[in-house]
C-alpha cells in the first residue's frame, strides 16, 4: 500500500515505528499536490515551505519523544479557517488580498497536536454552494469524475482527499458541507454538534447553523481528529463547556442493540432509487450485526430546506455586513463617497450567489417581512427539532441517505438555485436542530461508465458523536467501501 | 414574479449592494423564485410554538468580566487595510 492511501492512523503508527519521517510524509504529499492538484483545482493555496518547516519540527518532537499520536501527520485546511501569515480567502473576490493575523482555534489545536499544514483548499465563496462552483477560483472537479462536482461548500477538502493529496482535511458545514462533499467523494464526513467545536476564527456564514469538523478516510480518523479539534474555547461565546470523550477509545463499542430509526421523509420521492437501494442494504447490514431497526417519522422534516432559506440568508446578511472595504478586503477604485466605497467594493466583492443569499437576508429580516418570513421560519425551526427529538425518546440514531443523487455534471444546477439547494435536503435538517451528523461511504452506482461514490448519512442526539462513530466504525469493519480510490489517485 | 424591479433596487440599496444593469433582471427573477419557495413555510401550523433562538435549548450567552485581555495590535490587523494613515483607517470625505 501506498503512503498515500493510508488513514491518519496508519500514518501516525507509522510514524510512531519510525517507518518514514514527517518529512517523508510531507515531501510525498506536496508531491501528489503538484502533479494532481491543478486538474482538480483542490487547493487555493499550497504552503509548501510551511509543511516542509512543520514536518522538520514534527520530526525533532518526535525524535525527543515528546510526540503526541497525530504528531507529524499532514493535513489540509478549508480555506475559511484564519491561518496566521497565510491567506485566507474563503473562494471570494472580497478576500482574495487576506492574510490572516492570527489562527483559527481549530487551526492553533491542530497545529499544537503537531500536525504538518499542506495547504488551503478551494471551498464555495464564502461556503454558499453545494457543489464548489461559487468559487471565486473556479470550480473543483470531482476525482471519481472530473466532468462532475466534488459537492459543496467544503469540495477542495473533499476532492483533496479523495484524490489522496492529503490524508485528511477540515470543513465546515452549515447546511450540508461536509457531509454532502464526503458523500459524493467517497469520504466519512462529520459534523459535530452545534458548539461542540469553536468557531473563533472559522469565517462566519450563518452563526447559528455554522460548526467545523473532518472530512476523513475513516470513522477511526475523524475520532481521532475531533479529539484534537473539539472543546471549551472561551473565544466563542457559543462554544458547549463540555468535556470531550475519547472518542476512539469509544469506537469499540458494538452494534447489537443499537436502535436505529430509518426516516421515512428520506425516501420520499427525488431520491434517486440506485441511492436508495445501496442505503437500504447498508441499513441491512447494521441490523444483521445486532442493531434493531424501525421505521420513524419526522413530519417536519421536509420543511428544512424553506426553513435554512430564511434563517441561512438572514444571518448571512448580518455577517457578511462586516465586509466595508474599510478595515480589510477588496476596496473599490476611486470611490466617490462612502456609500459609493461601501457599495461597489461590496458589489464587485461577492460573487453572484453570495449577493443572492445577502439580499435574500436583508429581504425577509427588513421591516414589515420579519415576522412573515424571519420568526415564522424560526418557528418552524422549533418544530424540525421537536421532531428530532421525539424520534431520539425511541432510537439512539436516526439513518437515512446524504443526499438524493450521486455527483452531477459541472454546470448541471447552476441556472435555477432552488434545484441546487435541493441537493441538501437531508443535510440541513441536522443543523437547523444543531445535531451531530455524519456520512460514510455505502457503495456506488454506475453512471456513464464511472463509479459514483454514495453515502449513508447517520444523525443523533446532541453530543452523540462517539455513538456515531462507533456505528461508522463498526459498519467499516464490515465493509471496505471506504478504502476505494479513485481510478488515476493509487 | 413576487418581487419588484423596484424592490429589488431598494433591498440591494440596504444591503449596499452594487447590482449592474445588466444583472438586474436576473436577481429580479432569481430573488423571486427563492421567496416563493420559502413562501411554503406559511401554510406550516405554528400556533404556540416559540421561535427557536439557540440550537442548544438549555445554552445562555456567557458573560465575561469587563477587563482587557488583548494587547494591542493594531499595526498588525492594519496591515490588511486598503488605506491607513496614522494609525487610522481612510475613507472619502464624510463631512464637508
Known amino acids: 500500500m501506498s503512503l498515500h492511501t493510508l488513514t491518519v492512523a496508519e500514518l501516525a503508527a507509522g510514524l510512531a515505528a519510525r517507518r518514514f519521517s514527517s518529512l517523508d510524509l510531507a515531501l510525498h504529499f506536496l508531491g501528489r499536490i503538484e502533479r494532481l492538484a491543478p486538474e482538480l483545482n483542490a487547493f487555493v493555496t499550497v504552503t509548501a515551505d510551511r509543511a516542509l518547516a512543520d514536518a522538520r519540527a514534527a520530526d525533532e518532537r518526535l ?67 453545494s457543489s464548489n462552483e461559487t468559487s471565486f477560483y473556479g470550480p473543483v472537479r470531482n476525482p471519481w469524475d472530473r466532468a462532475r462536482v466534488p459537492g459543496g461548500s467544503s469540495g477542495g477538502s473533499a476532492a483533496a482527499v479523495a484524490a489522496c493529496l492529503a490524508p485528511a482535511a477540515t470543513g465546515t458545514d452549515t447546511g450540508g458541507s461536509i457531509r454532502q462533499p464526503a458523500a459524493l467523494t467517497n469520504l466519512t464526513g462529520l459534523k459535530p454538534t452545534y458548539g461542540r467545536v469553536s468557531r473563533y476564527g472559522m469565517i462566519a456564514f450563518a452563526s447559528s447553523l455554522d460548526q467545523g469538523g473532518v472530512l476523513t478516510r475513516s470513522a477511526e480518523d475523524a475520532a481521532l481528529l475531533l479529539g484534537a479539534m473539539a472543546g471549551f474555547d472561551r473565544r466563542d461565546s457559543t462554544s458547549v463547556d463540555a468535556p470531550v470523550p475519547d472518542y476512539v477509545a469509544e469506537l469499540g463499542q458494538p452494534l447489537k442493540g443499537v436502535r436505529v430509526g430509518v426516516i421515512r421523509e428520506f425516501f420520499d420521492q427525488g431520491l434517486e432509487p440506485g441511492v436508495g437501494k445501496l442505503v437500504r442494504d447498508a441499513i441491512e447490514a447494521l441490523r444483521l450485526q445486532g442493531a434493531t431497526v424501525r421505521e420513524v417519522s419526522l413530519p417536519a422534516l421536509p420543511l428544512s ?157 446532541h453530543f452523540s458523536e462517539s455513538r456515531l462513530l462507533a456505528v461508522s466504525h463498526q459498519y467499516q469493519q464490515l465493509t471496505d467501501w471506504h478504502r476505494r480510490v479513485p481510478n488515476g489517485y493509487e | 414574479m413576487s418581487l419588484t424591479r423596484p424592490q429589488v433596487e431598494a433591498i440591494a440599496h440596504l444591503a449596499r449592494l452594487e447590482i449592474t444593469e445588466a444583472q438586474m433582471p436576473v436577481y ?25 433562538a439557540h440550537p442548544l435549548a438549555d445554552q445562555v450567552q456567557r458573560l465575561r468580566a469587563d477587563q482587557v485581555a488583548e494587547t494591542d495590535q493594531h499595526e498588525k490587523y492594519q496591515q490588511n487595510a486598503p488605506a491607513v494613515a496614522a494609525g487610522l483607517y481612510l475613507v472619502p470625505k464624510v463631512i464637508e
Open chain 1, 63 to 129: 525524535g525527543r519523544g515528546e510526540g503526541g499520536p497525530l504528531t507529524g501527520v499532514p493535513v489540509a485546511h478549508k480555506d475559511i479557517f484564519c491561518t496566521d501569515g497565510i491567506l485566507t480567502t474563503c473562494a471570494s473576490k472580497m478576500l482574495s488580498n487576506f492574510v490572516a493575523p492570527y489562527d483559527a482555534t481549530v487551526v492553533e489545536r491542530w497545529r499544537a497536536a503537531g500536525m504538518v499544514l499542506l495547504g488551503k483548499t478551494n471551498m464555495d465563496e464564502f461556503a454558499m454552494g
Open chain 2, 28 to 52: 429580479v427573477d432569481s430573488l423571486s423564485r427563492i421567496i416563493d419557495f420559502v413562501e411554503q413555510l406559511s401554510a406550516a401550523d405554528t400556533g404556540g410554538v416559540e421561535p427557536m
Open chain 1, 305 to 461: 430546506v424553506p426553513t435554512y432559506y430564511v434563517v441561512a440568508p438572514a444571518e448571512c446578511s448580518s455577517n457578511l455586513s462586516r465586509f466595508d472595504g474599510v478595515r480589510f478586503g477588496h476596496r473599490c477604485d476611486s470611490p466617490r463617497d462612502l456609500l459609493d466605497l461601501y457599495k461597489r467594493s461590496r458589489g464587485e466583492g461577492f460573487g453572484d450567489e453570495v449577493k443572492r443569499r445577502i439580499m435574500t437576508g436583508t429581504y425577509v429580516l427588513s421591516a414589515g417581512y420579519y415576522d412573515a418570513y424571519y420568526l415564522k421560519a424560526q418557528k418552524v425551526r422549533q418544530l424540525i427539532a421537536a421532531d428530532f427529538e421525539r424520534a431520539f425518546a425511541e432510537v439512539d440514531v436516526v439513518i437515512g441517505p446524504t443526499a438524493p443523487t450521486p455527483a452531477f455534471e459541472l454546470g448541471a444546477k447552476t441556472s435555477d438555485p432552488i434545484t441546487m439547494y435541493l441537493n441538501d435536503i437531508y443535510t440541513i435538517g441536522a443543523n437547523l436542530a444543531g445535531l451531530p451528523a455524519i456520512s460514510i461511504p455505502c457503495g456506488f452506482v454506475q453512471e456513464a461508465g464511472k463509479d459514483l461514490p454514495v453515502g449513508l448519512q447517520l444523525i443523533g442526539p
